[in-house]
């Protein structure tokens, strides 16, 4: 039982490149969600998904796209990196009801 | 979902218990409160949650004031490893998306 897998788990871009961070769960777990966390800070949401087929923004969407074509996926993508968007990046599952979130470990993403 | 006020930073001495509060004034009464804690800038990882009742597990103990108006978090026996940022957070429930404030710095000294 994996859990929550975040790939790559480190990655360097170029300013105005895209990319796409990946993101599964073999827990078959409905919600989903990306996190970024910047230096000393918390937190901060970018999107969630309460299921397949189904996103909403968090607190900072812009930059940022995604899609959950399946239970298990929920890629995120930036459509042309800035530097503001150097970041650790988490992506977090939970099941249904009162139950806890699992995280994966985090991309460590670095825009030049 | 309610906002959440914690001291940005605390010690604690290893094998000490270590008492974490957590203010939530405006909590409504059905949010949850849950304990994160992210070690090293690792991803969070879930510690307890509850709703009225004080509740334990093999981590860590939970207590609520009669009025749900803050909690403590307590880690019995802390160890060096128990260093990390801890985080209170209300939610109405686990699938809300979670809302992360800065959370308290535990240090845990031998």
């Known amino acids: 039982n994996a859990g929550v897998t975040q790939t790559p788990k480190f990655q360097v871009l170029k300013t105005g490149q895209s990319m796409t961070l990946q993101c599964a769960q073999d827990?078959?777990?409905?919600?989903m969600s990306w996190y970024r966390q910047d230096p000393g800070m918390g937190l901060r949401l970018i999107h969630y998904?309460?299921?397949?087929?189904?996103?909403d923004q968090g607190e900072v969407p812009n930059g940022y796209n995604v899609s959950r074509s399946t239970t298990e996926d929920f890629p995120l993508r930036l459509l042309s990196a800035a530097p503001s968007q150097t970041s650790v990046y988490f992506c977090a599952s939970s099941g249904e009801g009162t139950t806890e979130a699992f995280f994966g470990q985090g991309t460590r993403l670095t825009v030049v | 979902d309610a906002k959440t006020t914690q001291p940005t930073s605390m010690d604690c001495a290893e094998g000490r218990a270590a008492n974490l509060p957590c203010n939530h004034s405006?909590?409504?009464?059905?949010?949850?409160v849950y304990w994160y804690r992210q070690i090293h800038s690792q991803g969070p990882q879930y510690i307890i949650h509850g709703l009225k009742n004080n509740e334990t597990n093999e981590m860590a103990s939970l207590i609520i004031t009669e009025d749900r108006k803050s909690s403590t978090l307590i880690l019995p026996h802390a160890t060096l490893r128990d260093t990390a940022v801890y985080y209170c957070?209300?939610?109405?429930?686990?699938?809300?998306?979670?809302?992360f404030g800065k959370g308290t710095r535990l240090s845990v000294i031998a």
């Open positions: 957070i209300a939610v109405h429930s686990g699938n809300t998306p979670l809302v």
């Open positions: 827990m078959n777990h409905e919600y």
């Open positions: 998904s309460v299921g397949a087929g189904i996103t």
């Open positions: 405006t909590i409504s009464g059905n949010e949850y």
